[in-house]
């Protein structure tokens, strides 16, 4: 599949599901089983983290409910600017609930910084977040993360999730790009 593409592959399908399984663990473990707040609620940030919600909700050994946002970020395609859209809310209220972001990829931190903010004010029981990749060198703001799965490069990335014009998302591992598929 997209044969020609691909420059690299940085992290491979069973590093990721090996990652994700530890997480779990981890994550689990936090939550009590229930709790007169509910199931952990999981926050999937639409669409780069449909894959790690939907495999991360079947490795964890407790139960959780899923709901999505939609945020857009205005900015290049490849950067953001830290001013924030919601394009699609939450369907319900997490007043009161455990909720834990579930998140593709911190780049700046600008659009997780802004998140955390927004969902603060709806007075959760709690409020964390796990996300698949980080840029430590891209940080631009300091976000309170408590669950990262890979700490990578400042390089752009497609794959499990991530785009780049929505194609590769499709791809089980995480990969660069070749040069000449930014260029047309
Ligand atoms: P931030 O606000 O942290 O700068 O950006 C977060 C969003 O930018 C991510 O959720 C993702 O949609 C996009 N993004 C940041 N870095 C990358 C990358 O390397 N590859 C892809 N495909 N998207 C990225
Ligand atoms: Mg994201
Ligand atoms: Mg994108």
Do not use: C
């Not at 709901?67 to 900015?75: H, K, N, R």
């Not at 996300?131 to 300091?142: E, G, H, Q």
């Amino acid at each position: 599949m997209y044969e020609g593409d691909i420059a690299s592959v940085l992290i491979s399908e069973d590093q990721i599901q090996d990652k994700i399984a530890e997480l779990a663990g981890i994550i689990a473990e936090r939550y009590p089983v229930g709790a007169p707040e509910g199931d952990l609620l999981l926050v999937g940030v639409l669409k780069g983290a449909v894959f790690f919600m939907t495999d991360l909700a079947r490795a964890l050994p407790i139960p959780t409910q899923m709901e999505f946002m939609a945020v857009s970020s205005y900015g290049s395609s490849t950067s953001s600017s830290g001013v924030v859209r919601i394009l699609k809310d939450l369907d319900k209220d997490i007043a009161g609930r455990h909720v834990l972001i579930v998140e593709d990829i911190i780049d700046s931190g600008l659009t997780l910084s802004w998140l955390m903010r927004n969902l603060r004010t709806r007075n959760p029981a709690s409020l964390e977040v796990v996300t698949l990749l980080r840029k430590p060198d891209a940080i631009k703001v300091d976000v309170e993360v408590a669950n990262v799965g890979f700490d990578i490069p400042d390089e752009f990335v497609v794959g499990y999730g991530l785009d780049y014009a929505e194609r590769y998302r499709d791809l089980p591992y995480i990969g660069t790009l070749e040069p000449t598929v930014y260029g047309g």
